[in-house]
């Protein structure tokens, strides 16, 4: 799979980058019309070792294998029912997105504080696409900068429904899978080299140890 630029770029909302073969307009609509909010809760169906965690460079993961314990509160029954495919916005503030962070479920389920939103994607949305669309902090932060009140404490004042009145400018179903998929490419070949990067170092600090008196 390969990028292809558009070489007679007209204006309008299509991006000067495409996957191989793609020619439709992308359009412009309110996030609302490709996520509906989930409302499920965890009732006496799961239990702390089912919380998950929302991380700006790892995605949706559980919350002790990624933090070494849970940071759940007394009582999870209000909690927020995660399935693979869900997106998931966090509604708390980060150096680079103080406005909260949007990243979908991959490969695994459980549940989310009561303060997070849930949300399926609908018949014209592939959920991978919405976390790659969002990935780039700027055009998250322009997204969610005119829905977000700030209250005290840097706390985020949005609902669940209000999360999604901003507009975003989303191509084909079709099109959207073929960009997510191009994005798990390259994330699982920069995984390869990072783990080879890790193997050399060690390799090197071995050498180092051994190869001098």
Known sequence: ?????????????????????????????????????????????????DVLSVSGDYGVVNQIEFQGRSFAGASISKYRVVNRGNVVYTKSPLKANPYGIVKTAKDIEGIVSPLYAVYDAKENCDPDFVQAYFEHKDRLNNYLRPLVNKGAKNTLLISDAGALQGD??????????????????????????????????????????????
């Open 1 to 49: 799979m390969s990028l292809k630029p558009i070489i007679s770029y007209r204006g309008g909302k299509t991006p000067p980058m495409r996957i191989e073969g793609f020619t439709g307009e992308w359009r412009q609509r309110k996030l609302e019309e490709f996520l509906t909010i989930r409302e499920d809760i965890a009732g006496d169906n799961f239990t702390k070792e």
């Open 168 to 213: 975003v400018i989303f191509p084909s179903k079709e099109e959207q899978t073929a960009i997510s998929n191009y994005f798990k490419e390259l994330d699982m070949a920069i995984r390869l080299h990072e783990e080879e990067l890790e193997r050399l170092k060690s390799l090197k600090e071995s050498c180092l140890q051994g190869m001098f008196v």
